[in-house]
């Protein structure tokens, strides 16, 4: 996994941005009652999105809560005295204490067995009875949009995706939440270009792929053989799903 306490510096604008960022914000609120009042952003990383949502309804209050430190200096500067450094598998609030919770671009993350089940349990807790939760699934997926960067890319080793929709569905209901809608939204600026590929590979962003080894060298020296190597490719579209807390 990759450090994202050094990833925080450049973490915005190597992952599209601003414009990355409402499009996410905006099919998050697109999910969220109006009428929610509270919401908490689980795993918000640097704001970014965090603070759209906050400002895109002044009535919603905004929480953020992200486990890595540098990320969450950066969140606190975009949202002062709303950002919390918290576990997700262990939030520290009160049963039931919000309207609406979000965690984009987390689950993927999640490697150890039980950690995505405990994630959504966590959401699920401190959800009021009615509460709807909001979460990003098959993320790895979302970034195959059938370039050649992805046919040099298919023959590498498969990783199970810890956010596969239909285990995240399964876990959302051991912990009383039902489906209830689901969106999507382009990835904006996120396009690999060959010459992009090869430095997410050699940096460790393929997680089956060590950066240095053969197989993974293997792979760069095939992307190097593609045209227009500065070219970003199609943005990917990624995935949402939502759930209403029974009760």
Not at 83 to 92: E, T
Not at 104 to 132: I, M, S, Y
Not at 179 to 202: K, W
Request: glycine share 10%; aromatic share 6%.
């Amino acid at each position: 996994m990759l450090d994202y306490d050094k990833e925080a510096d450049a973490y915005d604008t190597s992952r599209g941005g601003e414009p990355r960022a409402a499009a996410a914000a905006d099919a998050v609120l697109g999910l969220v009652p109006a009428a929610a009042r509270r919401l908490l952003d689980v795993a918000c990383g640097t704001g970014i999105v965090t603070r759209r949502l906050a400002t895109a309804r002044p009535g919603l209050g905004v929480t953020g809560a992200d486990l890595t430190h540098a990320m969450a200096r950066m969140a606190a500067v975009r949202l002062p005295g709303a950002i919390v450094l918290a576990d997700s598998r262990q939030l520290p609030f009160p049963d039931g204490a919000f309207d609406a919770v979000s965690s984009v671009w987390l689950l993927h993350l999640l490697d150890a067995p039980g950690d995505v089940r405990a994630v959504v349990a966590e959401c699920a807790r401190v959800l009021r009875p009615g509460g709807v939760y909001v979460t990003t699934v098959d993320k790895a997926a979302s970034h195959n949009v059938g370039s050649d960067i992805d046919g040099v890319l298919a023959s590498r080793p498969p990783r199970p995706a810890a956010d596969a929709a239909a285990g995240v569905g399964a876990y959302a209901a051991e912990a009383g939440l039902r489906p209830l809608g689901r969106a999507r939204f382009q990835g904006r600026g996120q396009g690999r270009s060959p010459r992009r590929a090869i430095a997410d590979l050699r940096r460790g962003w393929f997680m089956t792929l060590p950066p240095g080894s053969s197989l993974s060298e293997g792979f760069a020296t095939r992307l190097a053989a593609l045209p227009d190597q500065d070219r970003p490719r199609a943005d990917p579209v990624f995935t949402l799903r939502s759930f209403r807390k029974a009760g």
